[in-house]
């Protein structure tokens, strides 16, 4: 099953849900929902990402191919632009985990599109817990800080 199709029958099983359930409730959350889906690299694939819609033209999806877990934030807090690596700067300890490159794809209502990176900083937040990560200007410049969490 290709990625646009599971994300097809999951949103129509979530609007089946509504159906049966509450519609009321469902049409005040539906504008958050999104999926999204994590996978390690492809190797020889340039890193890259871009906008598409899908089948159904009403989700607009956010692709991001061999990007690095630092990277992904990166795109996730700046909405949209990736920082240097240079300006990157992770724990010891943490350097492996966040520098792996993955491959990235979130789904969300075309009305919603605005919010799209905030949900992304939330879906990587759950996947990587033990990490809080800023934004600090330092000497002008501004750098991504990963910390652990205490």
Known sequence: MNIKTFFSLFFCFLLNFAVLENVDAFAKISSKLHVYTFWGCTPGMKSNHSFDTDESQRFQVLDVKNYSVAQLFSMAILEG??????????????????????????????SNINEIYKMMLSSLHGEFPGYSVTVEIRSGKKFLVFKYKS
């Open 81 to 110: 632009i990736s920082m240097p690596k240079e300006n990157i700067v992770i724990p010891n300890g943490a350097l492996r985990e966040l520098s792996e490159r993955h491959c990235y794809r979130i789904a969300a209502y075309k």
